[in-house]
């Protein structure tokens, strides 16, 4: 079951290298035959094995376990049993986040040793829906802080310049996901640590309402404030994976009781209609930013108005 040609069309667009395909596509591709999750996982070990070295994403690659579940999902592919939307597609794990058989070791050599006897809620979510687990990623030393220098990995690169941070402390989420080592990620967000890792790489990252996602098996930093989000390089993959691993556990005393999302059916709602509230203060006065980053968000909201939805200017306390 060979992949097509480079160039070969996957949903709409033209893919000459396979590590840059979305999980949609891929996903669509594996489910028509037309990609070998192994050729895929393939791709992406070859990158990782080239670029890793200087981007320091990955704490702990379980390329042996990755590649053999390829294989079974090649094998269920082949005769139709797919297992999920997610069926052969590669994702990384936040190294806070429990991964059976491998160590959650929070980016510190304390933890280097802590096993994880199960998998967290949110992936066993993902291998349920057929999304095969390449390993742990560097993040900041119990998720919060910076990065450190003297500990046993070091800290991950910014894929666009290594001069500069990816952010945190989803770094190495980050820096995967807009690297091409994989196509999406498990993240963590307490005070910006799934949102600040997309914005300084340039990829998708969302910091789900409260409760929405299991928090089961995820290292606590704030009972009240920890979130598990995805970190994608699309806002369509973004929706798809939200829709896996959202949802209602009764062992998480703070998941919400909701309804199933249905968050990629609803992509092409449009704006219109939107109430959007805007935080002017925050980089206006409270913490000025660089005037290339105030026309930027100027030019978001022209384009968010030029598509019917309704801008409002709003006050929050300030970041003092």
Known sequence: MAADAPGEQFGGRVVTDLHWMTAAD???????????????????????????????????????????????????????????????????????????????TCHSKILIDNIAAADAACVSRLRGAGAIVLGKLSTHEFAIGGPSFDLPW??????????????????????????GLFPMALGSDTGGSVRNPASACGIVGLKPTYG??????????????DHVGPLTRTVTDNALMLDVISG????????????????????????????????????????????????????????????????????LPSLG
């Open 26 to 104: 891929a996903a669509a591709a594996i489910a028509a035959r037309k990609l070998s999750p192994v050729e895929l996982m393939n791709a992406l070990l070859e990158r990782i094995g080239h670029l890793d070295p200087r981007l320091n994403v990955f704490i702990r690659l379980d390329a042996e376990t990755a590649m053999a579940a390829a294989k079974a999902a090649e094998a269920e592919a082949a005769v139709g049993r797919l297992r999920g939307p997610l069926h052969g597609v590669p994702v990384g794990v936040k190294d806070i986040i429990d991964v059976a058989g491998l160590p959650t």
């Open 154 to 179: 070091p800290p991950a690169r910014n894929p666009w310049n290594r001069d500069h941070h990816p952010g945190g402390s989803s770094s190495g989420s980050g820096a995967g996901v807009a690297a």
């Open 212 to 225: 929405l996602v299991s928090r089961r098996g995820v290292f606590p930093l704030s009972f009240t404030l």
């Open 248 to 315: 209602y556990d009764p062992l998480d005393p703070g998941s919400a009781a909701a309804p199933a999302g249905q968050y990629g059916s609803r992509l092409q709602r449009g704006v219109r209609g939107l109430r959007i509230g805007f935080v002017r203060h925050f980089h206006e006065t409270d913490l000025p930013a660089h005037a290339e980053v105030t026309a930027a968000l100027e030019t978001v909201v022209k384009m968010l108005q030029g598509r019917g939805a309704e801008i409002r200017d709003i006050r």
